[in-house]
Antibody, heavy 116, light 111 residues
Framework: EVQLLESGGTLVQPGGSLRLSCAASGFTFSNYAMSWVRQAPGKGLEWVSSISVRVGSSSYADSVKGRFSITRDNSNNTLFLQMNSLRAEDTAIYFC?????????WGQGTLVTVSS | QSVLTQPPSVSGAPGQRVTISCTGNNSNIGAGYDVHWYQQLPGTAPKLLIYDNRNRPSGVPDRFSGSKSGTSASLAITGLQAEDEADYYCQSYDSSLSGVVFGGGTKLTVL
């Protein structure tokens, strides 16, 4: 059974940093591209970033480019999202997702709140 | 403002048929990129409902179907049931943005 378990979400002040993790199991992690998708409270889905099976090939939404960094550890089946210079508009549930186009499996999400 | 445009809400009575549209442009749907649909039940993570315009993952009832034409796509739900009440999102790829794009979502209410 495919499982994606996010962690790391919390309350952080504007301008702060946070690192999200996603532990994957139930499939060969190194064979799949992975993504982060977020959902602000009461709003729709927004793609954030994707990383290919090859470490170093990644893409970002314009809204986070230059502030967020996606990485993966294929030896430990873990996906990461490093978030810097956080803004109030980054407040959202962040979903870890297998693949990107389409996303075929989703985690349950972790809540990031950016507020003073 | 989402790149892909969906109606904010649709509704129908049990047993009826409803459709949800997803309108893009020549940088995404019109450029030939596939459209996918997701269902998000209240308080849960999204679930893949239709992929590559018209294909259903294993376990998705055939009451759900997808189509694509030109710069638009549609999701049809027949034999509406109470448990279909959810938010539905379309998704594609946009070459001008070099990234994945979602529609704004459509809330389906079963009357």
């Amino acid at each position: 059974e495919v499982q994606l378990l996010e962690s790391g979400g919390t309350l952080v002040q504007p301008g702060g940093s946070l690192r999200l993790s996603c532990a994957a199991s139930g499939f060969t992690f190194s064979n799949y591209a992975m993504s982060w998708v977020r959902q602000a409270p009461g709003k729709g889905l927004e793609w954030v970033s994707s990383i290919s099976v090859r470490v170093g090939s990644s893409s970002y939404a314009d809204s986070v480019k230059g502030r967020f960094s996606i990485t993966r550890d294929n030896s430990n089946n873990t996906l990461f999202l490093q978030m810097n210079s956080l803004r109030a508009e980054d407040t959202a549930i962040y979903f870890c997702a297998r693949s990107s186009d389409p996303v075929d499996y989703w985690g349950q999400g972790t809540l990031v709140t950016v507020s003073s | 403002q989402s790149v892909l445009t969906q109606p904010p809400s649709v509704s129908g009575a049990p047993g009826q048929r409803v459709t949800i549209s997803c309108t893009g442009n020549n940088s995404n749907i019109g450029a030939g990129y596939d459209v996918h649909w997701y269902q998000q039940l209240p308080g849960t993570a999204p679930k893949l409902l239709i992929y590559d315009n018209r294909n259903r993952p294993s376990g998705v009832p055939d009451r759900f179907s997808g189509s694509k034409s030109g710069t638009s796509a549609s999701l049809a739900i027949t034999g509406l049931q109470a448990e279909d009440e959810a938010d539905y999102y379309c998704q594609s790829y946009d070459s001008s943005l070099s990234g994945v794009v979602f529609g704004g979502g459509t809330k389906l209410t079963v009357l």
